[in-house]
């Protein structure tokens, strides 16, 4: 796993999580103790329409790919066991990121998943996207995620790893807030 290997999400069918803590970013155990945690809220748009196509960026994986990664998954994120591969870099040499949904929510006025992590993650943790109109017709993207660095190069590049993980969070936002903009 990881560099010079290419994953496919059939190669990770039915492996286990790296974490014991699986759907703390959608229940009452946010945030679990013993991992780095993170949350940001922030008001992308305004009104049905605008939530429609942030929803439907989160369920694209448009989040994914605008901080460069390849996403090759076996199913959608609407349906938790979807295993989705995403490689930073190249096919080869690049850097196979994977995960599992661990639970979706693709219906109703609060839309998204979460994704926990698999084998030969950076990381071990799990991260959720959520989209919410609200009653006032705002449109609201939320992101959650607990962990911890995980593997040898993780851990050796340590605060570089973290200034990535935020780097990416900030570009996820910023691809909800254009999906939503039209």
Request: net charge positive.
């Amino acid at each position: 796993m990881g560099l010079f290997r290419a994953l496919t999400p059939a190669d990770l069918a039915g492996v286990p999580l790296t974490y014991p803590e699986v759907g703390a970013t959608r229940d009452g155990r946010w945030p679990p103790p013993g991992y780095r945690s993170d949350e940001r809220t922030a008001v992308v748009g305004s009104g049905p329409a605008a939530f429609e196509r942030a929803a439907a960026a989160v369920f694209g994986w448009r989040m994914q790919r605008s901080v460069g990664l390849r996403v090759r998954a076996d199913g959608p994120p609407t349906e938790p066991g979807t295993v989705v591969v995403l490689t930073a870099g190249f096919a080869r040499p690049g850097y196979d990121i994977p995960c599992r949904v661990v639970w979706a929510q693709p219906d109703g006025d609060e839309r998204g998943f979460g994704y926990g992590t698999l084998p030969g993650h950076p990381e071990t943790g799990e991260e959720a996207f959520l989209v919410r109109l609200r009653p006032d017709g705002a449109v609201e993207f939320r992101l959650r995620v607990f962990s911890r660095l995980a593997t040898p190069a993780a851990r050796l590049a340590g605060p570089a790893s973290w200034a990535v993980q935020r780097l990416a969070t900030a570009r996820y936002l910023s691809a909800v807030r254009r999906a939503a903009d039209g």
